[in-house]
C-alpha cells in the first residue's frame, strides 16, 4: 500500500524520524532514502553537478516480512507475499502505522492511494490442460 501526499512546507526528515519511537520494537533496520540529481554541461569552470538530498527512510522487520517507507512525500507498507493472510490483517496493521505517522506529520493534501497484489498459482508442470 502506498499513500503519496504533500506536507507543510516545514516539515523536516526529524519530524518524520520521529514516528521511529512507535515502531522500533518492530522495524529493527533502518535505511535512508537519497535522491541524486546530476547535470552535465559543457561550461568548462563547472561542467558536472551532482547534488544528493535525503527524503525519508525505509524500514524492515527483522525477519523482512515487513517493510514501510516514511517519506517527505508519502508513506508505503508491505508484507511479503508469503506471509500475507488476510486482507483484513492487513489493512488492519497497515492503517495503524499510517494514523501513528500522520500524527506525527502536517499532511495538506493527499494525492494518491495505491495498491498492489501479486497473485500467484502453483501449478503442477508439465501438463495437459487447464481444466
Known amino acids: 500500500m502506498e499513500i503519496l501526499f504533500t506536507l507543510q512546507d516545514e516539515t523536516t ?7 521511529e519511537n ?8 533502518k535505511q535512508t532514502l537519497t535522491q541524486v ?10 561542467p558536472i553537478e551532482v547534488s544528493r ?12 516480512v515487513r517493510s514501510m517507507q516514511t517519506r517527505v512525500n508519502g508513506f508505503s507498507f508491505s508484507v511479503s507475499r508469503q506471509n500475507y ?3 483484513d ?6 492503517r495503524s502505522y499510517f494514523e501513528s505517522f500522520s500524527s506525527k506529520v502536517n499532511i ?7 495498491l498492489r497484489y ?14
Open 13 to 19: 526528515l526529524e519530524d518524520i524520524a520521529k514516528f
Open 22 to 29: 512507535v515502531i522500533k520494537d518492530t522495524f529493527l533496520k
Open 37 to 46: 540529481e546530476g547535470k552535465i554541461e559543457s561550461n568548462i569552470d563547472n
Open 53 to 64: 538530498k535525503n527524503y525519508g527512510y525505509v524500514y524492515f522487520s527483522d525477519d523482512k
Open 85 to 87: 493472510n488476510t486482507w
Open 89 to 94: 490483517e492487513f489493512i488492519k496493521e497497515a
Open 108 to 114: 495538506v493534501s493527499t494525492q494518491r492511494l495505491s
Open 118 to 131: 501479486i497473485n500467484q498459482i502453483n501449478l503442477p508442470l508439465p501438463f495437459e490442460s487447464f481444466t
